[in-house]
């Protein structure tokens, strides 16, 4: 029988039926919804902590260190480190700056601060943010603008900082504050015998005005996350700001280099999955390099785990709807016992027989399946409503903790059609089977 | 062993035996007949003598226990079940007591049915259904269910249907045996001009008065087996 004379009879045969058969499809449908609603549950946690994690700007990137020195193990009592690590200057800094893939490089720039605001301080810690930063999406949303050029004197300022400062933060966007730092000064020229250059600092305080210009969340986070700050400024101004720095002492001890070394860089890569090609040749270059590559794998692996158990748990009332087809297309050949053996004694082959049990079956799991994603998705979407209603009460911003992607549209409706055909298989099987001389007979 | 080509069917030595429960019914015992094309047969008996399970053994809805039986040189109880659909498609038409329509289609689809399950061109078809409509003189109740028409008219709607395919050979079994007298009548002058358009006919009746005024040739079976064979009286 061809396609279309079987997609014809089919429906008639499913119209026969009608109530029946539209439960069926309705708990298939049922089925197909617990399905999409646990796996967009799945994937929407699961966007949801990739994006965050993203917004982190820690994925893209490489955090270089200067190789430490090592013990010396021959001699376990004595514990000087030997050996002389290349060190962490704007030459090494140049240098990672021209690998491929690289699109950015800069020093972790943390400092200690005190700002001023109404004659009133709040110590804490600043940060540099390079530009390349707000591409992340870690500003996405913020109150406020990202800084209007690399060395403006702007600040952003972390939400609870802002909280601090006043009862009203998105009031201090465009407000003046005074920040209050230490600077290091080289000490003037001429030595102990007045012709050589000095390798000594000195720290003084210093103050500098800056405009608030926006107001995030969360700092994105530097090098191995550490070290929160709560005031913002652009990468270049607060490297123009001379900070003293942890690594000063050790320079000035090891006085290794001329310049200045830096205690972490982080290299930005154009590409995650390119991460790890630029870290293996940073490290080939004589550095300690690390990125967060594996703990991503991991993080991909946990939600891969979480998707397939929430997929089993929705799958399972879709097995229980596939038992609905079963009964249902029995109860047919029950009822069409006698139709079948016409159709066979007019010329229907066993195989057009188990054909059109199997279209009905497959055509019950496609409008199930279409229906039940339909159902799904309102589902995910009162799950997002449900959740933000629920964070809105706690003052906390709306989220999307559901998510329905095309593939997975694709997937619940072809999955359903699958099971619905697996289903057919036992009553397809059955009919085809029938003695048409047994089949005519039956009143 | 082969057939002459004159041969619509051939039944040779042909068995057919079920198992009920402990017990083996004879339905059919060592049957051989010839049945030429173009002949109309008429298959007699009283009920259980095997005349209906020989019918089924020649259109294939059924295999012989041991025998053969040959339509057109080709022996049905080698063919596999996708031969013997094609068989029951192309070669043969079947005729039922009971009619047998899809109570749900109309007698126009009830007749497209055969062609539905053959595969033909949807073009063909409608010219296919029309002329095999005409022929049983049913051209009004095209669009009517199975249920508005007469039991005359539901018959010549499934001699209709076994026409449609052209087969070369038309089963009929019983198909007076639900119809009044004159009705009878009717069906039996439409399988005679059937017949003498070259279609071999072979009916299964209990009705011999009726089997001799339009029968050619009368077999008569008891107890599975062919007690008689011959003319018209």
Known sequence: MKGRDLAELAGRNLREAFLRNSLTTLGIAVGVASLVAMLSLGVGLQQLATDRLARTGLFDAVFVTARPTTPNFRNPTDMTFTGSPKPLDEAARQQLASLPNVVDVYPDIRFPIEIHFNGNPYPTVASGIAPSARKDGAFDGMNGTFFSGPDADEAILQIDLARQISDHPDSLIGKDLTLRYAERQPLPSGGADGKSDSDGYSIVPKEKNLRVVGIIETEPAGAFGMGRARLLLPLQLAETLRTSQATDLRDLLRNTSKGRTYDSLTVRVNDPPKVKSVEDTIKQMGFMAYSLLDASKSLGLVFTVFDLFLGIFGSLALVVASLGIINTLVMAILERRREIGIFKALGASDFDIRKLFFVEAGTMGLLGGVFGVCIGWLIGHAINFGTNVYLRGRNLPAISVTAVPWWMVGSAIAFSIVVSLAAGIYPASRAAALDPVEALRYE | ?233
């Open chain 2, 1 to 233: 062993m082969t057939t002459e080509h004159h041969l619509a069917v051939r039944a040779d030595r042909v068995t057919r035996h079920y198992q009920m429960g402990e017990a083996i019914v004879r339905a059919v015992e060592d049957v051989s007949l010839d049945i030429q094309t173009g002949e109309f047969v008429a298959l007699l008996g009283s009920s259980g003598s095997g005349k209906s399970t020989l019918l089924n053994l020649m259109a294939g809805l059924d295999r012989p226990t041991s025998g053969a039986i040959f339509a057109q040189d080709r022996n049905l109880a080698e063919m596999s079940s996708e031969e013997l659909a094609r068989h029951r498609s192309h070669t043969i038409g079947i005729v039922f007591q009971a009619f047998n329509l899809l109570p749900r289609m109309t007698l126009e689809e009830n007749v497209e049915l055969p062609l539905r399950l053959a595969e033909t061109d949807r073009e063909a078809r409608h010219s296919r259904v029309r002329e095999a409509i005409e022929r049983v003189r049913l051209s009004a109740r095209l669009s009517h269910r199975p249920s508005e028409l007469s039991g005359g008219e539901q018959q010549r709607t499934a001699i209709a249907r076994a026409l449609v395919n052209r087969p070369s050979i038309l089963l009929a079994d019983e198909p007076t045996g639900n119809l009044d007298s004159a009705t009878g009548d009717e069906i039996m002058n439409l399988l005679s001009e059937i017949n003498e358009s070259g279609v071999t006919i072979i009916m299964v009746t209990h009705e011999r008065p009726r089997a001799e005024r339009f029968a050619h040739r009368m077999v008569t079976m008891s107890d599975g087996k062919v007690v008689s064979d011959g003319g018209r009286a």
